[in-house]
C-alpha cells in the first residue's frame, strides 16, 4: 500500500468539519511516523533478548485473511463464544445504558458483532454513529460493509493505531447521548497487565461517566486446550505467526527463509498467558535492509511474536475497575471460557 493513499483512506473517512485541512497536516505526521515505526520496532524487537516482535504487524491483507480462517477453526473457539454471547444477551447489554448515540469499536475485525449488537439497540429511529478503528484496511472495509448497510447508522472508520483511532472518535463524538465502546474478541490479551492498564485508561478518558464499555476476554482454561488454540492441526496460526516474517521480507527488505522457522505455542502458567513465538532451526544471519538491521539467529532461538494473556472473571472486573470504570454486568460462557463484561466509566 503506497503511503500516500494510507493518508487519503484516512482523511476520507474522518469527519467532515473545518480542522480537515489541520487533521490532514497532523494525519500526515502520525501516518509518517506509524510506517517509519515498522522498521524501527523491527528493528528493535529483533535486537532485545529474546528477540520480540509486536503482534499488530500481523494483520496485513493475508494476516487479516488468515485470523478470520482461525476464527472459524473448531480448536479456537474465542469468537464464536463471543458472538453467542452477543447473539443471547445484546439486548441486556445495550439495554443497561441510557440511549446510545455513539459506539466506538476498537479493533473491528469483520464487523459481524458491531452489527449484531446494532441490531439490539431499542428506538432504531433514532441515528447511531459509530467509529471503527482498526489498523487493517480489510477489517476497515468489511466491517463498514456489514454496519453501513444498517438503517440509522452512520459510520466513521478510523485506519489508525488505538490511540490515535481513540483520539480522533473523541474529538469528532457527539454531543448528546451516551456512548459504548466495544473491545472484543480477547484483544485485551495481547497487552500485558501494565499494557491493559494504560489502555483502560485511555478509553476511560475518550468516555464521559455513564459511557459504557463492553469488553471480552478469554478465560483461563486447561494447558492443553489453550495450547491447541493456538497451534492448531491445520497449521493456519502457523501460518498467521509466519506470515510476519513474509510481511518483512516484502515491505522492509527483509531476507528471512521461512523453512528456517517453526512455530511454537507455549502456556506461560506463571503470567497467565500463551506465548507465540519463532524457533530458529539452525544459525542463520537475516539482513533487513529497510530497517537498516542483521538479525543474527542462534539454534533454537526464538523470536517472541505474541502474547495472549488469560483472564478470570475476577481478574477482568479488578483490572477496569482500577482504571476507573465500575461494573454494570458479566455475561460468561463457562463451557468455552469466555466472558463478557459491561463496564460503565465512573
Ligand atoms: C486477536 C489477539 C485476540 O490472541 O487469541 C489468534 C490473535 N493469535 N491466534 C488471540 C491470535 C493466534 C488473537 N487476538
Known amino acids: 500500500m503506497p503511503f500516500h493513499s494510507l493518508i487519503a483512506d484516512t482523511v476520507a473517512s474522518t469527519d467532515d468539519g473545518q480542522d480537515a485541512r489541520r487533521a490532514h497536516a497532523e494525519l500526515a505526521l502520525e501516518l509518517a511516523a506509524a510506517r517509519g515505526a515498522f522498521a524501527d520496532e523491527v528493528a528493535r524487537g529483533l535486537a532485545l533478548h529474546p528477540k520480540r516482535l509486536p503482534p499488530k504487524y500481523f494483520y496485513d491483507t493475508l494476516g487479516s485473511r488468515l485470523f478470520e480462517a482461525i476464527c472459524a477453526l473448531p480448536w479456537y473457539r474465542i469468537t464464536r463464544a463471543e458472538r453467542d454471547l452477543l447473539a443471547r444477551h445484546g439486548t441486556a447489554m445495550v439495554a443497561a445504558l441510557p440511549q446510545i448515540t455513539t459506539v466506538i469499536e476498537l479493533g473491528c475485525g469483520s464487523g459481524e458483532k458491531m452489527a449484531l449488537l446494532l441490531g439490539c439497540l431499542p428506538r432504531r429511529t433514532v441515528p447511531v454513529r459509530v467509529h471503527l478503528i482498526d489498523i487493517s484496511a480489510t477489517a476497515l472495509a468489511l466491517s463498514a460493509r456489514a454496519v453501513g448497510a444498517l438503517p440509522h447508522v452512520s459510520v466513521v472508520t478510523h485506519r489508525a493505531p488505538y490511540e490515535i483511532g481513540m483520539r480522533q472518535a473523541a474529538a469528532s463524538r457527539l454531543r448528546h447521548g451516551a456512548t459504548l465502546a466495544l473491545f472484543l474478541g480477547s484483544n485485551i490479551g495481547n497487552f500485558d497487565p501494565a499494557e491493559a492498564e494504560g489502555f483502560l485508561r485511555g478509553v476511560r478518558r475518550m468516555l464521559r461517566p455513564g459511557d459504557g464499555l463492553l469488553l471480552g476476554a478469554d478465560l483461563v482454561k486447561p494447558a492443553p ?116 463484561t459491561l463496564f460503565r466509566a465512573r
Open 225 to 340: 486446550v489453550l495450547l491447541h488454540a493456538y497451534d492448531d492441526p491445520l497449521g493456519l496460526t502457523a501460518a498467521f505467526n509466519k506470515n510476519v516474517l513474509v510481511r518483512i521480507n516484502r515491505e522492509l527488505g527483509g531476507s528471512f527463509d521461512l523453512d528456517d522457522f517453526d512455530h511454537e505455542a507455549r502456556w506461560n502458567a506463571a503470567e497467565s498467558r500463551v506465548e507465540m513465538h519463532l524457533v530458529c532451526r539452525r544459525a542463520v544471519r537475516v539482513p533487513i535492509t529497510g530497517a537498516g538491521a542483521t538479525a543474527d539467529f542462534d539454534v533454537g532461538e526464538t523470536i517472541w511474536t505474541e502474547s495472549s494473556y488469560k483472564y478470570t472473571p475476577a481478574s477482568i472486573r479488578a483490572q477496569a475497575e482500577h482504571a476507573g470504570f465500575d461494573r454494570a454486568e458479566q455475561w460468561i460462557d463457562t463451557e468455552a471460557g469466555f466472558a463478557v
